[in-house]
């Protein structure tokens, strides 16, 4: 059980002298600071890694290539269970003609996300990601899966992590992200997800991923029934993940945070959103406790266009998605106006500019 004893003259002074906060402090943040503080402190935090009123964005789409799954999340609006009405896989063709309209409209990054799908075996995810790359080259990049999805396809293959991460470079994948992290305690995955593997393996597999070469990403959802403690040992777990790498010179350590909140509408779990206020002071707090992670995400899909206000709030980068079936189907509303977009973020006082995570690949962030 964490105590708060700090004070925020101490927080204060650490975060001047640019040392770590513990978890007891963060959960006193938490409780007693003012908005205004937890902007200040994160902003401080932040310029540590970017000028002031820079920002970086992308404009990129979520390719859902299957609804099936039988990993039945209970948060989850999605998913069809095998031979359930409704189930589907993309050909390569229809994955092509989502990736074309991406690039029409000035996009250049795709992450690919569906389910635990029995019925697809690895040379589906293989011969699809070698065939993006070869039509593709360097004109976009690709997050291909997310650890949890990954996980589950080199097990039904039979494989360990590490020859599974293998298969996947070779099949030309850069990037496999931290998706289905959601909140990384054990307690709460027995709660929700008991299908979708334990904190100690998704770490494991995330470590075979870096170990293989490939890049990756840390993630998280807030706003189910967690507790604060559950989403500060969520921070702690990614900040210790991210020590062991840079301890061990990793050039692959974790690129970037993103977080973003539940959208309970036509799911099992149900519930009411929290606020976008919330989410804010959240993000403060992950951008001054992960000291160790450069770029702080802000998450336009789930809390559209005030999700730019997080830029005051230590983050310093955000998408402008144009599809996301799994966050629509649960109450998610996406906007083409990218220019509104861009403009707000101006408003606040920065000056975003396009990042193209086909370039990160070269200059490793
Ligand atoms: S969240 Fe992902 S893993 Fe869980 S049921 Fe939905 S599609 Fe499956």
Not at 134 to 155: K, N, P, V
Not at 211 to 228: H, K, N, Q, W, Y
Request: proline content about 3%.
């Amino acid at each position: 059980m964490l105590t708060p004893t700090a004070t925020i003259a101490d927080i204060r002074r650490k975060i001047q002298a640019r040392e770590r906060i513990s978890s007891d402090e963060a959960l006193w943040l938490w409780r007693e600071a003012s908005d205004g503080d937890m902007r200040g402190l994160a902003s401080q935090v932040r310029a540590r890694f970017h000028s002031p009123t820079a920002c970086t964005y992308m404009l990129m789409r979520i390719i859902n290539y299957t609804n099936v799954c039988v990993a039945q999340c209970d948060y989850c609006a999605f998913y069809k269970l095998p031979g359930q009405e409704g189930g589907y896989v993309l050909s390569h063709e229809q994955v092509f003609a989502k990736l074309d309209e991406l690039l029409a409209l000035g996009g250049d990054l795709a992450g690919f996300n569906g389910g635990f799908n029995p019925h697809l075996p690895l040379d589906y995810y293989c011969d699809l990601f070698r065939a993006i790359r070869e039509r593709y080259g360097e004109r976009l990049e690709f997050y291909a899966l997310t650890i949890a999805e990954f996980m589950y396809l080199a097990d039904h293959a039979n494989l360990d992590y590490a020859a599974a991460a293998e298969r996947f470079r070779r099949a030309g994948v850069r990037w496999i992200t931290g998706g289905g992290s959601e909140i990384l305690t054990e307690d709460f995955r027995r709660r929700h997800s008991k299908f979708k593997y334990t904190v100690a393996e998704y770490f494991a597999a995330q470590r075979a991923l870096v170990d293989a070469g490939l890049r990756t990403s840390a993630t998280m959802v807030i706003g189910f029934d967690e507790t604060i403690e559950e989403r500060i040992e969520h921070l702690e777990r990614t900040r210790d993940f991210q020590d062991q790498l840079l301890t061990s010179k990793h050039p692959e350590a974790l690129a970037s945070f993103l977080c973003w909140t539940f959208k309970p509408y036509f799911t099992q779990l149900g519930g009411i959103e929290i606020t976008t206020n919330e989410y804010l002071r959240h993000l403060a707090l992950s951008r001054i406790y992960l000291d160790n992670i450069p770029r702080i995400r802000t998450s336009v899909l789930t809390q559209n266009e005030r999700a730019l206000e997080g830029l005051l709030y230590g983050a310093d980068d955000f998408d402008l998605p144009i599809e996301d079936e799994v966050t629509q189907l649960a109450g998610a509303t996406i906007s083409l106006n990218f220019d509104k977009m861009l403009e707000a973020a101006r408003k606040l006082g920065f000056e975003p500019t396009y990042r193209h995570v086909a370039l990160d690949w070269d200059s490793p962030a």
